[in-house]
């Protein structure tokens, strides 16, 4: 069958075809995201606690790639009929720039500060790097302001070290954009084959399963990425119906039954496949999950759609960028008292087979009680960038690219 029978047989993506699902929003889908956050900052946490060292928190690195399923889905349901001139396209390249770059590069000046402070002050070596050196050092300083540092020109995690992901995920966005703008109703073919080949090249390539990032980042964002887009192409309209349908409550029991059978999936995926080849898997995991949910037709949801809730999706951007620093400022702080005072606050100890500086040697009630001072904290300075930094930016890269 030819490419052209192909393309005349399948049903043109929703997105492409009617674009009335631009501006629909998906706010449970919102507060999952601010969960994933959370937990991806759990993940990178060291304490002795049992939250800590559990399997399930182990595998939490996958999360991540919940954000690449949900973008692909919120991208493609926004823009995947809307990309079709070259204004539109330089507007939409903007509008996601100024979505990630600004609160990435405030980051990067919080990092550069704080190296300029190691500098100044040799007491705060320690026995670790020297300041702008390993993953501080110049000339990956210059791969971040670049945005390239998840592209595979690094042979490591720098700086900001989660910031990988809106790397890939910005040449992600662009290599989405070119698609849709250069094949229109066939964009969906390039994203099948994006969606078979990258779980294949990554388990060819890769060495650490689905734990790329600096290096396959890119691919690892794209296989997401393009399983979202084609749910929000192919299955949108049919979701929107369904939510229509289900407003007034009816089949919430029979919902609610099958929200929780999916936590309990993602809970037991999670906690066997982060340290196995069976993390290939996550995308294709998330990708379900994403289309029960977006339905939002039980009781789970009904929790989820609570303002608290909502305000936790909204800050998971700014969760995602603002935990390493403030983990790592923490652990500063924690290791000054431990020279102090020796309170078994901080120090070294074994994490997933890795020897970390994390809280809790002393007892793993101190490191809960870390857990709970850093979630408090990074919410608390998320919000403040959210508020300050994030949102303002945002309106004015918006206001920018209507003059385009």
């Given amino acids: 069958m030819t490419e052209a029978a192909l393309i005349n047989l399948a ?9 009335t699902v631009a501006g629909e929003r998906f706010l449970v889908l919102d507060s999952w995201r601010g969960i994933c956050a959370l937990l991806v900052a759990l993940f990178h946490f060291p304490t002795s606690s049992m939250i800590s060292q559990s399997a399930f928190v182990g595998g939490s690195y996958l999360f991540v790639d919940f954000f690449f399923v949900l973008s692909g889905f919120v991208i493609a349901s926004s823009y995947g009929s809307r990309l079709d001139e070259t204004d539109e396209v330089a507007r939409f390249a903007l509008v996601r720039f100024g979505r990630i770059y600004p609160l990435h590069v405030l980051m990067l000046a919080a990092f550069v500060a704080f190296e300029l402070v190691r500098l100044a002050l040799p007491a705060l070596h320690g026995t670790g790097a020297a300041p ?9 300083l210059v791969a971040n302001l670049f945005l390239l540092q998840g592209m595979g020109v690094e042979n490591h995690l720098s700086w900001n070290a989660p910031s990988w992901s809106i790397s890939a995920e910005f040449f992600t966005y662009l290599l989405f954009a070119g698609v849709v703008f250069a094949t229109g109703r066939r964009a969906w073919i390039w994203f099948v084959a994006a969606a078979v080949t990258a779980p294949f090249f990554l388990l060819a390539f890769s060495t650490r399963h689905m734990d790329v990032s600096f290096d396959f980042g890119f691919i690892r964002c794209l296989y997401g990425f393009s399983l979202g887009a084609l749910l929000a192409w192919f299955q949108h309209d049919s979701i929107a119906e369904a939510r229509q349908a289900l407003a007034g409550g009816a089949g919430r029991v029979a919902w609610t039954l099958a929200e929780l059978a999916m936590i309990a999936v993602i809970g037991m995926f999670v906690s066997v496949a982060g340290t196995n080849d069976a993390g290939i898997a996550a995308p294709v995991v998330f990708a379900l999950a994403l289309y029960l949910f977006a339905h939002e037709g039980g009781l789970i949801s009904v929790l989820l759609s609570s303002r608290p809730m909502l305000l936790l999706g909204s800050l998971s951007y700014s969760i995602y960028m603002v935990h390493i ?13 431990e020279r102090k005072l020796g309170l078994g606050i901080v120090g070294d100890m074994t994490l997933r087979g890795d020897q970390v500086i994390g809280f809790g040697i002393g007892s793993p009630w101190i490191g809960f009680a870390a857990i ?3 979630l408090i904290a990074v919410i608390v300075a998320s919000w403040l960038t959210w508020r300050f930094v994030e949102m303002p930016a945002l309106a004015w890269f918006r206001r920018l690219s209507k003059r385009i």
Avoid at 325 to 337: D, H, P, S, T, Y
Wanted: positive net charge; hydrophobic residues 50%; proline residues 9%.
């Fill in 372 to 374: 709970m001072a850093m």
């Fill in 325 to 337: 620093f403030v983990q790592a400022r923490m652990i500063n702080v924690g290791g000054l008292i």
């Fill in 132 to 140: 702008f050196s390993g993953g501080f050092d110049l000339k990956s």
């Fill in 11 to 19: 049903p043109p993506p929703a997105a492409i075809r009617t674009g």
